[in-house]
């Protein structure tokens, strides 16, 4: 069983994408987008896949602690498994709104339904038949 200390260690990747000089051209990288990471613009190796998810993983937290989200301080984002505890947490939050959302959806589309004579019009064309 690994310890607290060796769960807690971030790959060297994660600190890369973590520092500042990366965030920043990563952050300028999508909004002029004529900036280039790499060398080469296509069949990107595994490793440079994981530094671009990294980097989008951290520029999402950073924003995320910007716009003062819940549970969200610049501890957590320091602390790999924190980071990814939020990360998670988030993910969940979203589901449980699509979820509500669709309920709701669903009630009002149900409510929309006229039955008259046997035949079914929606609200919005009661005017014509």
Do not use: C, H
């Amino acid at each position: 069983m690994l310890s607290k200390e060796e769960l807690s260690q971030e790959s060297p990747i994660r600190k890369l994408a973590r520092t500042p000089n990366w965030m920043t051209i990563y952050s300028k990288a999508k909004e002029i987008g004529s900036i280039k990471l790499f060398n080469n613009d296509t069949d990107f190796s595994q490793l440079q896949i994981d530094f671009l998810r990294y980097l989008e993983l951290m520029y999402n937290l950073y924003t995320d602690l910007a716009l003062q989200e819940e549970f969200l301080i610049e501890e957590v984002i320091i602390d790999p498994i924190r980071a990814d505890a939020y990360l998670l947490y988030k993910s969940k939050k979203r589901e449980e709104e699509k979820s509500k959302m669709n309920k709701t959806t669903d009630v009002r589309a149900m409510d929309s339904i006229v039955f008259v004579s046997g035949k079914k019009r929606s609200n919005l064309s009661k005017g014509s038949k």
